[in-house]
């Protein structure tokens, strides 16, 4: 008979329709406290925050080639004139929303990667995310059908901790689904259990000599479910006001009572929505870019204070950047590469890829100068300390952001 792992068993069982959690394992606040104080982090593991931008993300007017007449060409009013970046270099600033990350590139904590893509890019929002979550190994273009997650594939490599990575929210994103192993959800409106469905979790979970193997896999799964509820209860719900102003901010508060508390968690995922700007996008983007802005450089400022803190790097992608001529709605659609932050005090501040030319197009759209499957390659090795070729495939190379 085939085993049934703990995690497969957990998103078939109605608990978690009690947990308030759709098809995957849940994390309550009634956990990490004990996790933390039993087997805390070590000291000087690195922690890898992935923020994933949903819509894709107009990168031409994140990072901005101000100097770049072709820029102005092709967006003759969706372009920002010079005086308005906040300029990097002499060639290219960002918009004028991302003041904290403008700070975080003068301390050299900042490293952007430009013209990030994959070959024989696909304009769908679906099949790009795919994409980019699964990040096939091997092939020269990552389109096929993988059913893992590039950060789901490390968790079925290195072990069955159930909280070693841990998504923001009831509903885990593609990256984080492995075949023996999923990353564990926090749920930031979620309730505490009550005290009748803890009990009977408890008595789910007990072992007996005479259980079948069906028995001992049903056993298996609800002790997970317990560990992972025993892990969290010191961590405080976001408040709601801020949840409601910013939510990526809310979140990343989440995971940085996570890191001081010493949770053993290696990879957080948080995310924010909104992207696709068709029509009208210099309004829609510099607040979505301002709310990115407030709670990365809030986060990382808070990071860099606490020491467990400053092993901590945030990495933030896009499914795909946007066409480089405007449409006749003062927006983009959809198109190609664009720019990858990666931040933190562990980061070697500054550019690092190929600027795509703005006149060399394909079909319109910007040369990929970067795989992305190099940039999870350093951090899978640098941050979290594992071997990336399970992960990535092999012939991958470092970029040089982290040391």
């Known amino acids: 008979m085939t085993r049934v792992s703990r995690r497969q068993f957990l998103?078939?069982?109605?608990?978690?329709?009690?947990?308030?959690?759709?098809?995957?394992?849940?994390?309550?606040?009634?956990?990490?406290?004990?996790?933390?104080?039993v087997s805390p982090l070590a000291a000087g593991s690195g922690i890898l925050v992935v923020l994933t931008l949903y819509g894709g993300n107009d990168g031409l007017n994140t990072v901005i080639p101000y100097a770049d007449n072709a820029y102005?060409?092709?967006?003759?009013?969706?372009?920002?004139?010079?005086?308005?970046?906040?300029?990097?270099?002499?060639?290219?600033?960002?918009?004028?929303?991302?003041?904290?990350?403008?700070?975080?590139?003068?301390?050299?904590?900042?490293?952007?990667?430009?013209?990030?893509?994959?070959?024989?890019?696909?304009h769908s929002h679906f099949r790009s995310m795919d994409i980019w979550q699964t990040a096939a190994p091997g092939s020269a273009a990552p389109g096929s059908a993988v059913p893992t997650g590039w950060i789901g594939r490390?968790?079925?490599?290195?072990?069955?901790?159930?909280?070693?990575?841990?998504?923001?929210?009831?509903?885990?994103?593609?990256?984080?689904?492995?075949?023996?192993?999923?990353?564990?959800?926090?749920?930031?409106?979620?309730?505490?259990?009550?005290?009748?469905?803890?009990?009977?979790?408890?008595?789910?979970?007990?072992?007996?000599?005479?259980?079948?193997?069906?028995?001992?896999?049903?056993?298996?799964?609800?002790?997970?479910?317990?560990?992972?509820?025993?892990?969290?209860?010191?961590?405080?719900?976001?408040?709601?006001?801020?949840?409601?102003?910013?939510?990526?901010?809310?979140?990343?508060?989440?995971?940085?009572?996570?890191?001081?508390a010493g949770v053993p968690t290696r990879v957080y995922s948080v995310s924010l929505g909104g992207f696709d700007t068709h029509a009208d996008e210099r309004h829609t983007q510099e607040q979505l870019l301002g709310r990115f802005d407030e709670a990365v450089s809030g986060f990382l400022r808070d990071m860099a204070a606490h020491p467990r803190g400053k092993d901590v790097v945030l990495l933030a992608y896009s499914e795909?950047?946007?066409?480089?001529?405007?449409?006749?709605?003062?927006?983009?659609?959809?198109?190609?590469?664009g720019p990858v932050f990666v931040a933190g005090a562990p980061v070697k501040g500054g550019w690092y890829g190929d600027e795509p030319s703005l006149t060399d197009l394909d079909n319109g759209d910007l040369k990929t100068t970067v795989d992305f499957r190099d940039v999870y390659n350093e951090l899978l090795q640098k941050v979290v300390s594992t071997d990336p070729v399970p992960v990535v495939g092999a012939g991958r190379r470092d970029l040089g952001f982290l040391a």
């Open 154 to 260: 490390w968790l079925d490599a290195t072990g069955d901790d159930p909280i070693r990575a841990v998504n923001i929210g009831s509903v885990l994103p593609q990256l984080a689904l492995g075949t023996k192993h999923t990353a564990a959800a926090l749920d930031p409106s979620s309730a505490p259990l009550s005290p009748t469905l803890s009990a009977a979790l408890s008595g789910l979970a007990a072992t007996d000599p005479a259980d079948t193997t069906a028995q001992d896999c049903v056993c298996i799964g609800y002790q997970s479910e317990q560990t992972v509820t025993k892990t969290f209860s010191s961590i405080t719900p976001p408040d709601k006001s801020k949840k409601a102003a910013n939510p990526l901010a809310a979140q990343l508060d989440l995971v940085s009572q996570c890191v001081k």
């Open 72 to 122: 102005h060409d092709a967006r003759p009013e969706l372009s920002y004139r010079p005086e308005e970046v906040l300029h990097l270099d002499s060639q290219l600033g960002l918009n004028p929303a991302m003041k904290g990350l403008a700070d975080l590139w003068r301390d050299k904590s900042l490293a952007i990667v430009r013209g990030v893509g994959y070959p024989q890019p696909d």
């Open 11 to 37: 998103v078939g069982s109605s608990v978690l329709g009690a947990l308030g959690v759709a098809g995957i394992s849940a994390v309550t606040w009634d956990e990490l406290q004990q996790r933390a104080s």
């Open 320 to 337: 795909f950047g946007r066409r480089v001529h405007a449409n006749a709605s003062q927006g983009t659609d959809h198109g190609t590469a």
